[in-house]
């Protein structure tokens, strides 16, 4: 997966460009995959309209947060 | 994870499976000393106490699990690129598919489909995530559209706003 380069200067991207990157990318997988599983397993228990709106809300931004951690740790061991 | 600084096979596998152990014990250590800071007793010497026994203690086990997980994913995408011939990112979404099944198989048959779904499917948003990011980082550089010269419009003016008019059209029609 080729992480895009945030400028286009000489001296390329700074380790921490590369780590906000990774971040963004974690966020947004871990945003996709919490709003998927959340929401198979908020289905699953019957939650239906605010309660499952919530429900599948926190765990996208839990997931968002672990999974942008993790990939921002492992863009900056790459640096 | 990014492709360009990855080593070539057989290499790569010890190098994701180094990579990933030290992701999962950064990572580890600090949700674990979060949480374990939050879990000690009052006061702070003991609550940080607390952290630094969280961290010693599950740090080295979340570091095994993903070097577990990316030592068997870089293995089975060795593989496919040599049976395949060719990088791309149907090679990732196979491989977690697969590892996701492997490191299952202790739980039944059940319990791997579901992992290999759930690995095939993350697999599949991590790189189609990347691919939009790359579209996007790409989008910046492109050159834009030439600009349409506004004098080129000039001499058509007159022409169009008269109304194609023939001054003795009328006249001649009055007299047939």
């Not at chain 2, 740090?59 to 011939?85: E, K, N």
């Not at chain 2, 299952?104 to 319990?111: I, K, L, P, Q, V």
């Amino acid at each position: 997966m080729p992480l895009p380069t945030s400028s286009f200067s000489q001296q390329g991207p700074t380790c921490f460009d590369k780590m906000k990157t990774g971040f963004i990318i974690g966020f947004c997988v871990g945003m996709a995959s919490g709003a998927v599983f959340g929401g198979f397993s908020a289905l699953r228990y019957g939650l239906r309209g605010r309660e499952l709106i919530n429900n599948v809300g926190k765990t996208m931004v839990q997931g968002g947060g672990t999974f942008g951690t993790f990939m921002a740790i492992g863009t900056g061991i790459r640096c | 994870m990014e492709e360009y600084s990855r080593e070539p096979c057989p290499h790569r596998i010890v190098d994701d499976c180094g990579g990933a152990f030290i992701m999962g014990c950064v990572g580890g250590g600090l949700f674990q000393g979060l949480k374990g800071f939050r879990n000690a007793p009052q006061g702070l010497g003991r609550r940080v106490a607390g952290s630094v026994a969280a961290i010693k203690t599950k740090s080295p086990v979340i570091g095994g699990s993903f070097a577990a997980w990316g030592a068997v994913f870089s293995i089975v995408d060795c593989s496919l690129v040599h049976f395949r011939q060719k990088e791309d990112p149907w090679n990732s979404i196979v491989s977690g598919a697969v590892t996701g099944g492997i490191l299952a198989s202790r739980n039944g048959a059940a319990a791997m489909a579901g992992s290999a779904i759930i690995g095939g499917v993350l697999l599949s948003m991590i790189e189609g995530l990347g691919i939009f990011f790359t579209r996007f980082a790409a989008e910046q550089f492109r050159n834009r559209e030439p600009h349409i010269m506004p004098d080129a419009n000039e001499g058509y003016g007159d022409f169009n706003s008269s109304g194609f008019g023939f001054p003795g059209a009328q006249q001649a029609t009055a007299t047939s």
